[in-house]
């Protein structure tokens, strides 16, 4: 965790950077806003995205869960449209065997033409593993070819027409330009019209966008549908490299968390079974707390009495006394007191509902609540394949 945090600049979004040494040499770490997607959904996802596409980073590391890859598999064939230097790291392959799923990394690297590296977090060695094919990303010892997306016939004919009339230095990125034109993605247009100084607006741009559309319309393709198309494709591809890349010892591994599910996210017990939940552990956090409050209150009293006891036989003046004392003394060990207690027994429960993964699902729970509020009810959304231990 040597890491400095701040805000991404005029965003209030978080970011982490920091120092790694590996092999005498120095990596500058940047943890962008974890996302499923970068298509410009949300800040998090158009930070993500900015960040690959012009903050010129060497290596790109995309983190996967492998208890569920298949999900996490659309995010990375998104990326390989915008670079070429990706590292694939598929992490809790502990938590995979515990459920059984086997992941075949040699299979999935051949499948995406990107380097992939399964991890262990808390296993060094699977992390120098890492570091190394970072390392020789970053220094162009592997140039990898990924395995991008093929869409349908007719977008990749109009695809190709729109990469012969961007001009671009990085020829890599005019396949994802031109798939964001014929997305007409105006916030993405702008921004690479300004990092990477290139005009997107031209008028042989428009009359080939406008020849795209019309011949795209022929086939049912239209401005409403054609990201859907492009979505579907992605989703495809990444359901069919899953399939051929995951073994389930158990194909109903799932099926207690599922049973639980229906019960816990019903919209008959959902609710009620939260509330009694929420209810025990404010009234074990409220109730379990008067007695350790009482104990330190005890203590810290005794230990006043010969706070006071010893500066007055040093004879130190009354005021002097009262500003130690009465001042900070009693003020800092009665917030230590009250306050010290009840969080110590409320975070650590609240942290194994988040654990056994009871949190996501009162998210679930509260959705069209948060959403009837005007909530971006991000938090709600983003977490709900919590498992249960």
């Not at 400095?4 to 040499?25: D, F, L, Q």
């Not at 051929?244 to 207690?256: A, M, V």
């Not at 948060?370 to 009810?377: L, Q």
């Amino acid at each position: 965790m040597h890491q400095h945090t701040g805000n991404w600049p005029g965003k209030t979004v978080s970011n982490a950077r920091g120092i790694c040494k590996y092999e005498n040499e120095s990596f500058l770490l940047v943890d962008i806003p974890g996302t499923y997607s970068i298509m410009s959904n949300s800040e998090e996802e158009e930070i993500a995205r900015d960040y690959i596409c012009f903050g010129s980073p060497d290596a790109t590391v995309v983190i996967l869960d492998a208890t569920c890859l298949e999900r996490n598999l659309n995010l990375v064939y998104q990326i390989m449209e915008i670079t070429p230097k990706i590292v694939v790291c598929v992490n809790l392959l502990d938590e995979a065997k515990k459920k059984k799923i086997n992941i075949d990394l040699e299979k999935l690297e051949s499948n995406l033409g990107v380097p992939v590296v399964g991890t262990i977090a808390r296993k060094k060695k699977t992390l120098n593993k890492l570091m190394e094919k970072i390392k020789k990303i970053a220094s162009e010892e592997i140039k990898p070819t990924p395995k991008n997306i093929i869409y349908e016939e007719e977008i990749e004919e109009e695809i190709q027409k729109l990469e012969k009339v961007i001009q671009n230095k990085n020829e890599y990125l005019k396949r994802w330009i031109a798939l964001k034109l014929l997305d007409r993605e105006e916030k993405i247009i702008n921004g690479l019209q300004e990092n990477l100084q290139i005009n997107l607006k031209t008028k042989k741009i428009k009359t080939t966008i406008e020849g795209a559309e019309k011949k795209l319309q022929e086939v049912n393709i239209t401005r409403e549908n054609i990201r859907d198309k492009i979505v579907g494709s992605i989703v495809k591809k990444a359901e069919k490299v899953a399939k051929e890349t995951i073994e389930y010892e158990n194909e109903k591994y799932n099926n207690r968390d599922r049973k639980i599910d229906k019960i816990l996210t019903s919209k008959t017990f959902g609710i009620p079974i939260m509330i009694i939940f929420l209810g025990i552990i404010l009234w074990i956090t409220i109730v379990g707390a008067n007695y350790p409050s009482s104990w330190l209150s005890s203590i810290f009293e005794w230990l006043q009495a010969r706070i006071i006891y010893g500066l007055e036989y040093i004879h130190t003046p009354l005021w002097l006394k009262g500003i130690l004392v009465d001042g900070i003394y009693t003020t800092v060990t009665w917030i230590i007191a009250v306050m010290l207690p009840p969080m110590a027994i409320f975070f650590p429960m609240f942290t194994l509902l988040e654990d056994l993964g009871y949190l996501p699902r009162i998210a679930f729970n509260l959705d069209k609540y948060f959403k009837r509020a005007c909530s971006s009810r991000k938090t709600s959304t983003n977490h709900v394949h919590g498992s249960w231990l």
